[in-house]
């Protein structure tokens, strides 16, 4: 199958975000052509990429001189501590500005990789290999890094885009279903937030994503990484209309800070969930209508999704969400900043629900009627 190419452009940067099965190989050619004064890699691997990958990308790098680190991602490691261990060891091997730092992993590895990039001497080189389902569609594009604190997750970080993309769905087929659930929240929120068609074919193509069915997942990875482009071409530095793609996101970021980023629910289990809360809370302010929020569960009823709903369906627990939403970083006063659901393809505009805690308090008291 050829290689499926989506092209990212505007004023401030280029570039390519290449998708296909087992496609590795082109990485050299790319590099000369991108790179050509680069002498220095640091590759950042995450510790779970198969050997025979990191081989292979050993083999075809061979006449560069390597750094290599295996890290351990959680995104307890997604901290300062390992950025500064990250930024002395390319300070260790004299790399420069014109030296290349590639991450081979998931959303994690990713995002603090290009943090670090960013940040060497005010920008290294960067290219993403994203291994996971969730990386491909959603952490590895659009140019956001960084690290989390202790106030919440992605609160430190900066804007930069990379040189490449390169989404090689021969990763996936080392991914255990769970790892799967946590990519496909990112697709379906695609599908929700801007096109009812793609939505539709979910609907019915959903569990060929679940087996790797290859054409039919890389049409998955290319739909969804061209509606996050959408947004993203429109707002890179995330001041208005970016803002979308974090539909599901505010009660998604709460569930995983007040789970201290438990690996018990991954990102994209609390993004199933906070879908569902944030469609709820669409129905009560009525700005949706309810056969909206049975479409959506349809979805999770056929591909048995429902676990991650079972916490989050008594007022209590979500009430126990409240200290967190109020850190949520698209907050800019008092009031919690909520991107909600209009009608599959179509979301409330960034900064146009904006609730009160004691209003969401009494909101909450009504999520147990749907």
């Not at 083999?59 to 991602?73: M, R, T």
């Not at 006063?333 to 900064?351: H, Q, R, S």
Request: aromatic share 10%.
């Amino acid at each position: 199958m050829k290689i499926q190419e989506i092209k990212f452009k505007n004023q401030k940067k280029n570039y390519s975000i290449l998708i296909g099965d087992n496609i590795l190989k082109i990485l050299p050619n790319k590099i000369r052509f991108l790179c050509p004064r680069t002498k220095k890699i640091a590759l950042i691997f995450d510790r779970k990429v198969p050997n025979k990958f990191k081989k292979s990308i050993f083999k075809n790098l061979k006449k560069y001189e390597l750094l290599s680190y295996d890290f351990e991602p959680s995104e307890k490691t997604k901290s300062f501590k390992t950025v500064e261990f990250l930024l002395n060891k390319l300070f260790s091997k004299n790399f420069n500005r014109s030296d290349l730092v590639i991450a081979i992993g998931g959303g994690i590895t990713g995002d603090l990789a290009g943090f670090v990039a960013s940040i060497f001497k005010r920008g290294l080189n960067f290219i993403s290999i994203p291994t996971t389902l969730l990386s491909q569609v959603d952490a590895a594009v659009g140019g956001k890094t960084g690290v989390n604190s202790k106030y919440g997750k992605n609160l430190i970080g900066s804007f930069s885009q990379p040189k490449l993309v390169v989404s090689d769905t021969s990763f996936l087929k080392s991914l255990k279903k769970k790892e799967m659930v946590c990519g496909y929240a990112e697709i379906l929120k695609h599908a929700v937030i801007k096109d009812k068609n793609f939505f539709k074919w979910l609907k019915s193509n959903t569990k060929y994503i679940f087996s790797h069915e290859k054409k039919k997942l890389i049409y998955a990875i290319k739909k969804s990484c061209k509606i996050k482009l959408l947004f993203v071409n429109k707002d890179v530095d995330e001041k208005n209309m970016r803002m979308i793609l974090n539909f599901g996101h505010t009660f998604a970021h709460a569930i995983e800070v007040k789970n201290n980023y438990s690996k018990n629910i991954t990102h994209g289990e609390a993004v199933l969930a906070g879908m569902i809360l944030a469609t709820k809370l669409s129905v009560i302010k009525k700005v949706c209508n309810i056969k909206v929020l049975k479409d959506l569960m349809e979805i999770y009823s056929k591909n048995n999704l429902n676990y991650t709903l079972k916490k989050y369906k008594a007022p209590k627990e979500i009430n126990k969400l409240i200290p967190y939403l109020k850190n949520d970083k698209k907050n800019n006063d008092e009031k919690i900043n909520f991107i909600l659901l209009n009608k599959i393809g179509k979301t409330t505009m960034p900064n146009k629900c904006k609730i009160s805690i004691n209003e969401l308090k009494k909101n909450i008291r009504q999520f147990i009627q749907y």
